[in-house]
């Protein structure tokens, strides 16, 4: 089993900035792909971002790229998303992921087995 908690979260105005964090615990060398989702209310959930944790090898949604980094700390346990520019339509509960074997595109959550509970980001003036 692995357990995920992200903090960092928050209200921010838009074109500011967050770092989430996702602080990985239990059976970690079992993972192979970390990623960070996002749902936002009404809508379906979507990925944002993923770092493999073999190659270290990133992928971005095309709403989040440029603005968005996705990081992992191995010592540390530690993913992070660093969101820069921030706008509204990225308000959304944003959760971290992990998965052992990735059969499908990253970006498809059904696949990952390990989730958090979840950290709001509001981007409002």
């Known amino acids: 089993q692995v357990q995920l908690a992200e903090s960092g979260g928050g209200w921010v105005h838009p074109g500011g900035s967050l770092r989430l964090s996702c602080a990985a615990s239990?059976?970690?060398?079992?993972?192979?792909?970390w990623g960070w989702f996002r749902q936002a209310p009404g809508k379906k959930r979507e990925g944002v971002s993923s770092?493999?944790?073999?190659?270290?090898?990133?992928y971005y949604a095309d709403s989040v790229q440029g603005r968005f980094s996705i990081s992992r700390d191995s010592a540390r346990n530690v993913v992070y998303l660093q969101m820069n520019n921030l706008k509204r339509e990225d308000t959304a509960r944003y959760y971290c992921?992990?998965?052992?074997?990735?059969?499908?595109?990253?970006?498809?959550?059904?696949?990952?087995?390990?989730w958090g509970q979840g950290i709001q980001v509001t981007v409002s003036s």
């Open positions: 239990g059976k970690i060398r079992s993972v192979s792909v």
């Open positions: 992921a992990a998965v052992s074997t990735l059969g499908l595109s990253w970006y498809e959550g059904m696949q990952y087995d390990y």
């Open positions: 770092i493999s944790g073999r190659d270290g090898d990133t």
